[in-house]
């Protein structure tokens, strides 16, 4: 037996191949690990062979190591090319029919190579003596010829389906797709280099720049983890958003319906925390979470999380919107009736047992301010029926929240209310989320209030970095009716109806605003609607002071 720097590379480079096939066979439930497993170990057989046959003196040592070789000979470039068209979503491709064309060659040079027909792979073998080194020449048969052929054609196969892959794949797969490719493609021109005489090394040498490139792709670039497999009819053709999130936190995938819900374009790549906000990681999948899309229009969706095998996640963004609406309307449907029967309860009660007191004295005295008491009595009973049953019948609606400016919505508003001679003042500009109807309506309410109520001559309109504010310059409201002005029918005025503010106040709950009303600066009302509670619903622009009259 004979040691040299060839017989150490090759075991090396077989020792790699079988370690890293130990870890893709780890993962063998991912599409292309075991077509991968088979490879390597075929590379591996194919590299421990080559040291056999350099270590070995004799022609018959050297020969039975060659056989062995054909074994990995046989198996790699099957295993490749099924490898290829797994990791490249091309298994329509690997029908029956063509797996058994593709080992057709390799079993027939096996078979010649182990029987008496080996004269068609190899018309002779001799040893030769160079610098002190026993090294096996041959003359290679027609077969052999063929099948070196066949080996190149399934190759350059395997690598076209991954080169079609490096294209079309986004951009954080394309560190996987260059290490399997300069992978494969060194010992193949290993390969044909030795054959063309130009190099002194057997191309198995080369086995262990494959292992350590796949090494690399399985251990940084979590190659069989996440693969693109399938990605066209299995994730880009949902209606559900995909992100795949890998071990290190980094978006990998997403699909068009994620990209759709989230507007978030090319954010494969990004760390998680940049494309799924906390809110959303620790969602429940129970509780659905509002998201803004790339329309600019509120959707829910219904989060769900499953673990992958390396330690990511793939997370599900589920459309929940018309569901959540259906919800949300059912709770205000609820929510308006147990109000009428409150308000029925409450405020009917009272001025009935007086009517129905004061008749009964009436009865008895015949004395005419018992009947004026009772009379009293029922038109506040009326007043009360009228207001809860306008109020019942002001039917908002779920909000279909949009970004809307909130300058160009309070124009409209100030053009469709009555506001005499009072001018509009827009002091800064900005968007909020919101129901672009139903956000008009709130402010024409303000706008008739300020004006018709508290004798405003100019009512301002401010975005902040929380919401907005509406204030006038009028006469305001007293603190001691701040906390009744948004109830329903409550008004200071007798050709008031009571509703105005509680119209807003109810479009404010729709949206899940808080409103506050104190003084403004000028000596009128100021309304303070903030939308959120961190600012994310609000988009301020640049100020300025815009006036309509």
């Known amino acids: 037996m004979q040691v040299t720097p060839e017989v150490w590379v090759s075991l090396v480079s077989a020792a790699a191949a079988l370690l890293v096939a130990g870890y893709s066979w780890q993962l063998r439930s991912a599409p292309g690990a075991r077509a991968l497993t088979a490879f390597l170990v075929a590379s591996a057989v194919w590299a421990a062979g080559n040291a056999l046959q350099v270590a070995a003196t004799t022609l018959p040592q050297k020969l039975l190591a060659v056989d062995v070789q054909y074994v990995g000979i046989a198996v790699a470039p099957v295993a490749w090319v099924v490898f290829a068209a797994q990791y490249a979503d091309r298994d329509d491709w690997l029908t029956p029919r063509t797996l058994a064309l593709l080992c057709v060659v390799p079993a027939v040079t096996l078979l010649l190579a182990w029987t008496g027909f080996r004269g068609l792979v190899r018309t002779d073998a001799a040893l030769e003596t160079v610098g002190g080194v026993v090294t096996l020449t041959r003359e290679f048969g027609v077969w052999f010829w063929l099948a070196w052929a066949y080996f190149g054609v399934t190759n350059t196969l395997g690598t076209l389906f991954l080169l079609q892959s490096l294209v079309q794949s986004p951009s954080a797969f394309r560190g ?85 819900l989230l507007d978030a374009a090319d954010v494969v790549g990004d760390p998680v925390e940049r494309v799924l906000p906390d809110r959303l990681r620790d969602a429940d999948a129970d509780t659905p979470v509002a998201v803004v899309d790339a329309n600019g229009r509120e959707r829910w969706v219904a989060v769900t999380r499953s673990d992958l095998p390396d330690g990511g996640a793939l997370v599900r963004l589920q459309d929940v919107t018309e569901l959540e609406r259906k919800r949300r309307e059912l709770e205000r449907e609820n929510g308006r009736l147990n109000r009428v029967a409150d308000t029925i309860s409450h405020d009917v009660r009272s001025p009935l047992t007086v009517a129905a007191g004061s008749l009964a004295l009436a009865q008895e005295t015949g004395d005419p301010d018992d009947f004026e008491r009772a009379e009293r009595a029922l038109d506040r009973v009326e007043r009360v029926v009228d207001s809860t049953v306008r109020a019942a019948r002001t039917d908002l609606g779920v909000p279909e929240r949009e970004r809307v400016d909130i300058g160009s919505v309070a124009r409209d508003a100030w053009e469709t209310s009555e506001t005499g001679s009072a001018s509009l003042a827009i002091e800064s500009a900005g968007s909020v989320l919101a129901d672009r109807a139903q956000l008009r309506s709130l402010l024409e309410n303000l706008f008739r209030n300020a004006v018709a109520h508290g004798d405003a001559e100019t009512v301002t309109v401010r975005a902040t970095d929380t919401g907005f504010v509406v204030a006038d310059d009028g006469t305001g409201i007293p603190e001691s009716e701040r906390q009744r002005v948004f109830d329903d029918g409550y008004t200071t005025s007798d050709a008031g109806t009571g509703l105005g503010l509680a119209i807003v106040r109810a479009i404010a709950d729709a949206h899940d605003w808080t409103v506050s009303l104190d003084s403004a600066e000028t000596g009128g009302a100021r309304f303070a609607f903030e939308t959120t509670a961190d600012g994310e619903d609000v988009r301020a622009a640049g100020t300025r002071t815009e006036r309509a009259g």
């Open 176 to 260: 996987q797709l260059v290490a399997v490719l300069v992978g494969v493609s060194v010992p193949a021109v290993a390969q044909a280099a030795y054959f063309a005489g130009s190099s002194p090394f057997e191309p198995e040498a080369f086995v262990g720049v494959t292992a350590v490139a796949f090494g690399y792709a399985l251990s940084r670039h979590a190659l069989l983890d996440v693969v693109p497999v399938a990605r066209d009819t299995l994730v880009d053709e949902l209606d559900d958003g995909v992100v795949v999130v890998d071990a290190r936190g980094r978006v990998v995938d997403v699909n068009r319906a994620a990209t759709r």
